[in-house]
């Protein structure tokens, strides 16, 4: 019988630690510094990368994914070494997805042709806002002009586009925000990430709020508007939502973030990366070190792991409940089983079909367009104690 992350699929996930800026809303694992030493760090991440690759040789690679921070600072030489070290220890699927995250700035934007001669076929563009204020109070360092022009190069160079939009910001109302999400569909790519701007504990955006200077945000109802315009606008422009914020016609969905979503495994390498990786029957959380210097010590030391946890059934469980429903087409309850066999609560999935939340199919669960809205609270009903 295939192991339980086999379904869901095998991944690499980079993370690159620096920013020019910290944008007030972000809660990453990213830094600003005046410097990097290119070199060490590609040695660094490849020597990681070699640790977890003698750990799980000869599975099949789906999805590498350059995340951050802003990866698109770094030199292509070091995405062309990682790529090629991944090559060493696992086999290519025949239609891999390699994405890199780019902030839409000019100075970075000469750097796409390199990537693309590296290897990547995929850029996710953190555009966020059409509209200057707005990128302005969301601390970008880019206009608009700059996002459009940084969209049309990218569509150029590679045969995959993704980009980000934040709604729900300061005095945005419902108009606003349908005619921005027009705009942006009709400058997009394939592939649209669309995220409700939440305060979280940490950043500069939380701070502000808790001094009551963050004012003009959305109330819930309003919020709620815009999520429901948000799925009814993309449905009707051939982009559908498969997961509650991204969005895109069927093919085109990101494979990266599907592994994630249906329980698969991934390494994942560089200051602060998670990762889910099954060893001798046994699925793993890892965690490394979050400060890039901490990092750097640790792995020149032989490891940058901070933790390997071995992972219970109950906690698969939960993770593949509340990150399988995201997506729309849900979850399989076979899988479900072999994890729990009692399965999830009949009396309460009936309850949840009957107020229209969930719905059940062909042997698959999943969150209707207004369970979405109440996704954690229907995680939290479906959970075994």
């Known amino acids: 019988m295939p192991e339980f992350w ?12 620096f920013c020019e800026a910290k944008c007030p809303y972000c809660d990453f694992n990213s830094h600003v510094t005046g410097g990097v030493d290119h070199e060490a760090w590609a040695r660094a991440l ?22 951050g921070g802003t990866p698109s600072l770094m030199v292509p030489a070091t995405v062309e070494k990682i790529l090629s070290a991944s090559r060493n220890h696992w086999a290519w699927s ?42 302005k109070r969301l601390g970008r360092l880019h206009g608009v002009d700059e996002a459009i022009a940084a969209l049309e190069l990218a569509r150029q160079i590679f045969p995959r586009v993704s980009n980000d939009l934040i ?45 009551g200077k963050l004012r003009g945000l959305p109330d819930e ?21 498969y997961e509650v914020s991204n969005h895109a016609p069927p093919g085109a969905e990101s494979k990266h973030n599907l592994i994630y979503w249906r329980g698969g495994d991934y390494v994942g390498i560089g200051p ?23 990092w750097m010590d640790r792995a020149n030391a032989g490891s940058a792991d901070k933790l390997r946890d071995r992972l219970d059934a109950a906690e698969i469980l939960s993770e593949y409940v509340m990150m399988g429903l995201r997506v729309t087409d849900g979850i399989d309850l076979a899988r479900v089983e072999r994890l729990y066999p009692a399965g999830l609560p ?28 109440v996704l954690n609270r229907i995680v939290t009903e479906l959970l075994p104690d």
């Open 346 to 373: 009949e009396q309460t999935l009936v309850e949840l079909e009957e107020l229209d939340l969930l719905w059940r199919k062909d042997g698959r669960l999943g969150v209707t367009t207004a369970g979405r809205m």
């Open 167 to 211: 709604y729900a910001r300061q005095g945005q109302s419902l108009a606003d925000w349908e005619a921005e999400l027009r705009t942006g569909l009709d400058l997009a790519g394939e592939h649209l990430s669309l995220y409700q701007l939440t305060i979280e504990q940490g950043t500069a955006f939380w701070t502000r709020h808790r001094a």
């Open 6 to 17: 086999e379904s869901g699929g095998f991944g690499l996930y980079v993370h690159w630690p």
């Open 46 to 67: 490849v020597s990681e990368l070699d640790r977890y690759g003698a750990l799980t040789s000869g599975r099949v690679l789906q999805s590498i994914y350059f995340g």
């Open 221 to 241: 109802d309003l919020a709620a508007d815009m999520f429901l315009a948000t799925q009814e606008i993309c449905e009707a422009h051939g982009r559908p939502a």
């Open 94 to 135: 025949n239609d891999i997805e390699i994405t890199i995250e780019a902030n839409p700035r000019s100075v970075e934007a000469h750097k796409f042709e390199g990537f693309a001669l590296a290897g990547v076929n995929r850029v996710s563009l953190g555009i966020q806002a059409l509209n200057d204020a707005d990128l």
């Open 272 to 294: 602060g990366a998670h990762g889910r990786v099954t060893l001798d029957g046994i699925r793993h959380a890892t965690e490394a070190w979050a400060l890039p210097s901490v």
